[in-house]
């Protein structure tokens, strides 16, 4: 976060060329801001600010949160999602307190791809930025929301789920059409049902919840 503070300024040939200086969040007047999507999160222990001899503040501050995301899985695994993080402020209307960007989404994503571990389910593939005026009783708010494009790695469900699937289906119809007796098909289908039947409680284990529509792999 940066902010300006005119009452905050000071000429630093007057204070052995001090320039800077860094103060507890509660010393001056800082923006209030929220995650509109926000469960859970921790608050940040960093509550420090640095002050700049032209009233320019200066806040790091970083937050580890678990948003909400409806998710559309019906192409699980191959599914790509879109999700917001909206920032906002609603204890001040439009005409005291606007947010702006200060940097393009190229940069942001390009930070963003550099910090954030690259090991993880997701791939992060797009990042844009849209900033409106929500209206509310009549008063309109400053609302800044990044909209996130992930693209799942499908690799591990592949190997645990589709694969197997697929072997235990080709196994069924190899051994419904074979030369073997009824009895030895009658076997055969029953260790093949149980087969389906664990790999089923796993997929409904790994499966995201937050969807309306069942993927396609959980549907056959």
């Keep these: 976060q940066e902010w300006q503070n005119p009452f905050a300024t000071w000429d630093p040939l007057d204070f052995c060329n001090i320039s800077e200086i860094v103060l507890p969040m509660d010393t001056y007047w800082s923006p209030p801001i929220f995650i509109l999507e926000r469960v859970s999160g921790q608050n940040p222990e960093l509550n420090y600010m640095a002050l700049m001899h032209n009233g320019s503040f200066n806040s790091t501050r970083p937050y580890q949160v678990t948003l909400t995301c409806s998710l559309i899985i019906f192409k699980f695994p191959f599914d790509t999602q ?31 791809k550099s910090l954030i571990l690259t090991d993880g389910e997701w791939k992060f593939t797009n990042l844009s930025i849209i900033e409106f005026t929500e209206m509310m009783d009549d008063k309109g708010f400053s609302v800044v929301t990044y ?24 196994l069924d119809m190899a051994v419904l059409f074979g030369p073997s007796s009824l009895e030895e098909k009658i076997n055969f289908q029953i260790a093949i049902i149980l ?3 664990m790999l089923a409680v796993i997929l409904n284990n790994s499966l995201p919840t937050s969807s309306n529509k069942p993927p396609i792999i959980g549907t056959h």
């Design 82 to 112: 879109m999700c917001n993080l909206s920032i906002a402020s609603f204890l001040y209307p439009v005409t005291d307190f606007v947010m702006k960007t200060r940097r393009t989404p190229a940069e942001i994503m390009k930070d963003s």
């Design 147 to 170: 909209v996130i494009s992930m693209e799942r790695r499908p690799t591990l469900y592949i190997l645990n789920l589709i694969l197997p699937t697929c072997a235990l289906y080709l």
């Design 195 to 197: 087969g389906s039947s």
